[in-house]
């Protein structure tokens, strides 16, 4: 049993060289070689370009049509557009399975072990709850897109009321960027003057109240996902990192990169009284060799062009009750976040060690449930994504029937 759940880390050793002229030798990859050759590789990119750039013009064409309701009714408007959000999750999750496939796999501590479960169908579902905030340590570029599947696997489904915090300069990809203005992103200069009342105005759209026909006060469901490291692991930043450990007196994390306590302790207290619960995920992936930076291995073109996606994606759970974390002083919830980040390096080490995070405990797991869960990053039925079209293609339709009575109507009174 034992052996079957231990992890296979393939070697990274370099290939010896065929003579001494022959230079440095190339590092093996942790998924294997390239799976397909370059005429496959090009058409991989081609099919994966395609089908990206027709399902998020589709989405941003939605988007656009369902624009004028911000006059007509905002929480028509916000809803309208968590819709679109929803879509593009299941552009991602559709995405990452037909070319990018990967074992999910899944532990936590007692405080969430019985808000996983595996379905009948091979999936997992999580049962986190309506609003939190999610933390992370920032990998590799497409952490965000694993932890979005997420909201896909969640009961109810959430992938429709994520908001992520990004730098400002992604609003500025074409139709991309603007999508995710329309989604509520919230963009930020890195400049804590420049970025305290946008902050302050997006959460404040995200705590307002609404009340229901029968009187009922309630608030709009939100995941808030925050990466206090700023950035992804990479040497630049773990450089970064040091020299700001050492300008502090504190210990550089091994594993991870020091967290920046302010935006997250502005948020927090932003949300205060509105949220419960902050949920931790420790990301790691399978093949980051000690010392090794993610970012590098798993680049975009690697994942989803020449087939070396991660072999898996692993995910450590945690919750932390909001009335428990000291936020009314930012120097003790500076130490805090550093302490749960200093834990979470510890579970790096352990990953790194051994293959595994912990697994969740046995006494809190209901019963059949397994320590680690393992799935795959899918939807649940095969072409979910055409719910994409849904909205283009029913506008399509009202316009092409409006246009055959008008023109009926001409010819009448011609």
Sequence with gaps: MTADLRQRVPSLRPVEASSPDAGPAPTAHPSGREK????????????????FVTCATAIHATQLIGAPLYWINRELFYGYMSLTKQS??????????????????????????????????????????????????????????????????????????????LKESLKYIPIVGPGMMFYGFIFMSRKMAVDQPRLAYRLGKLKK????????????PMWLLLFPEGTNASQ?????????AEK???????????PRSTGCYFCLNELKGTVDYVYDCT????????????????????????????????????RFRLDDIPLSNLDEFDVWLRERWYEKD??????????????????????????????????RYPFEFLQI????????????LALKVWNRFLSVVS
């Design 236 to 244: 630049n930043g773990k450089n970064r990192s040091a020299k700001w």
């Design 209 to 220: 109240q609404h009340t229901a026909p029968e009187g009922r006060k309630y608030l709009d």
């Design 248 to 258: 502090i007196g504190v210990k550089n994390p091994d594993h991870m990169l020091l």
């Design 283 to 318: 990301v790691a992936y399978e093949g980051v060799a000690r010392g090794k930076f993610g970012e590098v291995i798993f680049t975009l073109g690697g994942t989803y062009i020449r087939g070396q996606p991660p072999k898996s994606v692993n995910f450590y759970w945690r």
């Design 346 to 379: 510890a579970l790096m080490e352990q990953y790194i060690t051994t293959g595994r995070f912990p697994p969740s405990p046995a006494e809190v797991l209901t019963k059949g449930q397994e320590a680690f869960l393992e799935t795959e990053v899918r939807t």
């Design 36 to 51: 397909h050759g370059r005429l496959v590789q090009i058409l991989r990119g081609v099919s994966v370009a395609v089908y």
């Design 88 to 165: 593009f999750g299941l552009l991602i999750t559709t995405m990452t399975h037909w070319w990018g496939p990967t074992t999910i796999r899944i532990s936590g501590d007692a405080s969430v072990a019985d808000e996983m479960r595996k379905t009948e169908d091979g999936l997992v579902e999580f049962s986190f709850p309506e609003r939190m905030v999610m933390i992370a340590n920032h990998q590799i570029y497409t952490d965000w897109l694993y932890l979005w599947w997420v909201g896909y696997a969640n009961s109810p489904k959430m992938h429709g009321s994520l908001y992520i915090i």
């Design 389 to 400: 079209f849904t909205v283009l293609g029913a506008f399509g339709l009202m316009v092409n």
